[in-house]
């Protein structure tokens, strides 16, 4: 089964440095995504990017977060200036293509292993 | 985008069918009804997506009335490995219901 993977597995990071988080998403899929769980909290959406442009954001996803496809493959959200409540999981996702005239595609999202990004 | 209540906790014995029902009131047209599962420690995983009346596969049922307010995850003869938390989302999944913040969602937990 085809499955979006996450690099690293865990990132520890100093207060005001720069992370950037990897993700390879599933090779069809067109829609992709970064979330975020702050420990034992919820899974937060953060933004949503396609045809290599952000779609949708949260307020949670400020100037301090930035995200990039440099490549075919590749997934990046970059955290420019890392703060200590920065500390979560993080999450990518991607899916499927929406659109109305394929009602019956699958059109949920499929999440990689997260990474656990610890802000000291 | 609708929002959803569905209970905090439940338990249930190894074997037995776990029914958990998630209220979308406000539930628009074009709304899509969608259960994901998460373990400790991993990403949310898709369990099913259903519109109306009964959808089924090969990990469980949806439920869905015709007013549409309601649904119930129906999980049939769980095992320890169901031990996860489950999630309700209603959106109308051509319109980005993928943003959403999940919710607390329902922690099952599943004894010998």
């Known amino acids: 089964e085809p499955e979006v993977t996450q690099t690293p597995s865990h990132q520890v990071t100093q207060m005001g440095q720069e992370v950037i988080l990897r993700c390879v998403p599933i090779?069809?899929?067109?829609?992709f995504y970064w979330y975020r769980q702050i420990l034992g909290q919820k899974v937060e959406f953060l933004v949503s990017?396609?045809?290599?442009?952000?779609?949708?954001k949260s307020e949670i996803f400020d100037d301090q977060f930035s995200v990039e496809r440099p490549d075919g493959s590749n997934f990046t959200l970059k955290i420019r200036s890392t703060k200590l409540e920065d500390s979560a999981m993080y999450f990518c996702?991607?899916?499927?293509?929406?659109?109305?005239?394929?009602?019956?595609?699958?059109?949920?999202?499929?999440f990689g292993q997260g990474t656990r990004l610890t802000v000291v | 985008l609708a929002k959803t209540t569905q209970p905090i906790s439940m338990d249930s014995y190894e074997g037995q069918e776990v029914n958990i029902t998630c209220s979308h009131n406000?539930?628009?047209?074009?709304?899509?009804i969608t259960w994901y599962q998460q373990f400790p420690s991993q990403g949310p995983r898709f369990i099913i997506q259903?519109?109306?009346t009964k959808v089924t596969n090969e990990v469980a049922s949806l439920f869905i009335p015709a007013d549409r307010k309601s649904s119930t995850l129906s999980l049939p003869r769980v095992s320890l490995s169901d031990t996860a938390v489950y999630y309700c989302?209603?959106?109308?999944?051509?319109?980005?219901?993928?943003?959403?913040?999940f919710g607390i969602g329902t922690k099952l937990q599943v004894i010998p």
């Open positions: 406000n539930i628009a047209t074009n709304d899509y």
């Open positions: 989302l209603v959106g109308d999944p051509y319109g980005g219901y993928q943003k959403v913040t």
């Open positions: 990017f396609y045809n290599n442009e952000i779609s949708e």
């Open positions: 996702a991607s899916s499927h293509l929406r659109s109305r005239d394929r009602v019956n595609m699958n059109t949920e999202a499929f």
């Open positions: 090779s069809n899929h067109l829609y």
């Open positions: 259903g519109y109306k």
